[in-house]
């Protein structure tokens, strides 16, 4: 079975600033990544903790993650887009990337 490279962001958000930052990732990241090909798994509101959220994204290895980032954070898209209001929001991350059966990333796709 193919395998693919899984990063998993944990965002710990400043108080109370989860909605609004949903509200910026679903309207105007998320369409803005998945034009420049990012591949989107999952992300959301993390259960656990109401100023915790999580974004998941696959690449077909390092190489494609690095490469793929660098030249989408560079974009004026992003730049002079939705970036400083996220940020703003960001108290915190921590990234975990680990590689996984392309069809296991595919069971944790949500809509």
Known sequence: AMKRVLEIRCYRLMAGGRGEFH??????????????????????????????????RAYDDLAHLSASQAAFYATDAWREGPRDAIVALIEADANTVICLPATAIDGLRTP
Do not use: C, I, N
């Open 23 to 56: 509200a910026l990732v679903t309207e105007q990241s998320m369409p803005l990544q998945r034009k420049w090909g990012m591949d989107v798994v999952s992300h959301g509101p993390s259960l656990h903790d109401p100023d915790a959220y999580f974004l998941m």
